[in-house]
């Protein structure tokens, strides 16, 4: 129904910067919200950013507000995650995300792209 695809991780270092891209295919309509999520080695996954489809509200963790920034594109059925500042917390395995209009969690997930920042 919905498809999603990440892109742009990386290695990079202490301070530097990545944009992770995320496209979605199929059944877009249905689209409630997009995220991102990440998990790193041995935590469990979190909420990064999110933002809605038809209107502009964003969620931001506490823990990259000011450093990241969520957008997307409708018409080209893509997300964006500006990632900037990074730091060695900010290493983990990140998703990509789709919540369906009518649902109450996120329920369609891409393959992951592994961010690493280094010191």
């Known amino acids: 129904q919905v498809q999603l695809v990440e892109s742009g991780g990386g290695s990079v270092q202490t301070g530097g910067s990545l944009r992770l891209s995320c496209g979605a295919s199929?059944?877009?309509?249905?689209?409630?919200?997009m995220g991102w999520f990440r998990q790193a080695p041995g935590k469990e996954r979190e909420l990064v950013s999110s933002?809605?489809?038809?209107?502009?509200?964003?969620y931001y963790a506490d823990s990259v507000k000011g450093r990241f920034t969520i957008s997307r594109n409708n018409r080209a059925n893509t997300m964006y995650l500006q990632m900037n500042s990074l730091k060695a917390e900010d290493t983990a395995i990140y998703y990509c995300?789709?919540?369906?209009?009518?649902?109450?969690?996120?329920?369609?997930w891409g393959q992951g792209t592994q961010v690493t920042v280094s010191s």
């Open positions: 199929g059944r877009t309509v249905s689209i409630y919200a």
């Open positions: 933002i809605r489809w038809t209107i502009n509200d964003r």
């Open positions: 995300a789709a919540q369906r209009i009518g649902s109450q969690t996120y329920d369609t």
